[in-house]
């Protein structure tokens, strides 16, 4: 049948080849519209800069010479947080870098790359967000408006006060056309995937900052519990003692050193609220034990804690998806792994030693590093933390002090410890009960995000962890990031 006659099947159409002189076009069309977006990106940094601008010279000058009320005194450092470390360096330093990529747009990709570690001064600004918001809300209507009326702003306080958060998930979305037009016109664009990959880790730290920032009732310091990998919504059953509760609906907040357990609270009306978690139980890592299926469900694991308070208590949790649920049991088993391995390490350092002496001679050390590194993938913006995979923690936990040195470095001699008598082996890998033995202080280091670091203008220094615990630091992933301390606010 004749493909032009009614009913036939129409053939697909196939697009010729583009001549050179077409393919040249459309590169040319490709960069100008790559360099419209620098531009725009440019644009926004300066009415960025602007409205941090009205907030430092603004409010907080404003504040400072008229004085506060009384109902606030002792409040107006958590009101702005470290937002003056924003500013200046935005306005002294990030938008004259920005300027002079549009000479040279290669420079972009590094600009972002080489400054990971100072960007998470937002999350230390996201961190105490929920703290601002809850203290402005108080004063918005009175104190706060007259000085905008005295000020001349458009805008309320708490309106330039979300301006870090919008702008920190603004660079992405620019990156990622930048990107998709710079790689239309024919250049490298290997960098710039990276760059974008930070910018989109950067802003998930942020949101799970604020989040965490909203937990309360937690006793113990947030920042010392090392990076939050993993939180999510769950029906929890406790069992303790026989006695099955019924299924409580939990937000669950997994850190490097413990598990939170929160009840998720009604929000107050209005753009503002208190914090949304209040704080239900924990489990310290080194307390924790994992069922990585019940009931041959694969939305269900369960978590088992054993403490001396409350004696043995199992946790049923069931996630909204089966990935969920893969996650977290990825994340959970490969903390358990690295505490074994980590307490093995020091109940028999020498043959330690030798066995990864005999790993290193046989030249695995690359692979083995490539393994716990993950290669130089970076994580995405999406819940997980690995873009290769569902689970967000990298093959060992940087809280702990490790004992793995990649490259020629030798291994440090280790201090000889008596073995314990009672040495627990490591269970078969479908679940990991806890030992008897007493509990173990694996990291006691002050951290947020995972170690209290200190900022220093040329990130390409090495930051030093704090001195009272030594550590020797293994690198996690191709991102080095900053470990910031809420009390640098």
Request: net charge negative; glycine share 6%; proline share 7%.
């Amino acid at each position: 049948m004749d493909p032009r006659t009614p009913g036939s099947p129409l053939e697909p159409l196939v697009q010729p080849p583009l001549s050179e002189e077409q393919e040249e076009e459309e590169r040319r069309s490709a960069l100008e519209k790559s360099m419209f977006v620098l531009r725009e990106l440019i644009e926004t940094e300066k009415m960025y800069v602007e409205d941090l601008g009205q907030i430092v010279e603004g409010y907080m000058v404003t504040m400072n010479t008229r004085g506060i009320p009384e109902g606030m005194k002792g409040k107006d450092k958590i009101i702005f947080g470290n937002i003056h470390q924003i500013y200046d360096w935005h306005k002294d330093y990030l938008l004259k870098q920005l300027e002079k990529c549009l000479e040279d747009p290669d420079l972009l990709a590094e600009l972002f790359i080489k400054h990971e570690r100072r960007l998470h001064m937002y999350v230390v600004y996201c961190q105490n967000k929920p703290k601002s918001e809850h203290i402005v809300s108080e004063f918005i209507d009175t104190y706060f408006e007259e000085l905008k009326q005295e000020l001349g702003h458009r805008l309320q306080l708490n309106d330039l006060l979300i301006k870090p958060v919008q702008r920190i998930m603004k660079y992405q979305l620019l990156l990622k056309d930048f990107l998709k037009y710079y790689s239309k016109a024919g250049k490298d664009t290997q960098q710039l995937e990276k760059a974008v990959n930070v910018m989109c880790f950067v802003p998930k730290r942020c949101n799970d900052m604020m989040n965490v920032g909203r937990l309360q009732g937690f006793e113990g310091k947030l920042t010392s519990q090392g990076k939050l990998l993993q939180q999510n919504t769950f029906w929890v059953i406790e069992q303790a003692g026989g006695i099955l509760a019924r299924a409580r609906e939990r937000r669950i907040f997994l850190f490097e050193q413990i598990l939170i357990l929160s009840e998720t609270l009604e929000r107050r009306r209005g753009p503002y609220a208190a914090p949304t978690y209040a704080f239900k139980s924990s489990i310290k890592v080194s307390c924790l034990g994992l069922e990585p299926c019940v009931d041959n469900d694969p939305c269900k694991f369960a978590l088992i804690s054993r403490g001396a308070e409350r004696g043995t208590i199992r946790y049923v949790l069931q996630a909204a998806t089966p990935e969920i649920a893969q996650a977290w049991v990825t994340d959970i088993n490969l903390i358990l792994e690295t505490q074994r391995d980590f307490l093995n390490a020091l109940q028999s350092p020498i043959e330690y030693q030798r066995r990864e002496s005999k790993t290193h001679s046989l030249g695995r050390t690359g692979a083995l590093h490539h393994s716990l590194t993950g290669g130089s993938t970076r994580p995405s913006s999406s819940t997980s933390m690995d873009q290769n995979k569902g689970s967000s923690l990298q093959a060992h936990n940087a809280s702990l002090p490790s004992l793995y040195l990649p490259g020629p470095v030798p291994p440090e001699p280790l201090p000889s410890i008596e073995p314990s008598h009672s040495q627990s082996s490591p269970g078969p890998e479908s679940s990991h009960i806890p030992s008897e033995q007493p509990d173990m202080q694996l990291s006691s280091a002050p951290q947020q995000e995972t170690q209290q670091l200190v900022l220093i203008e040329d990130d390409a220094r090495p930051l030093l962890p704090d001195p009272e615990v030594p550590e020797i630091n293994v690198p996690q992933g191709s991102a080095q990031l900053a470990k910031l301390d809420e009390d640098e606010l």
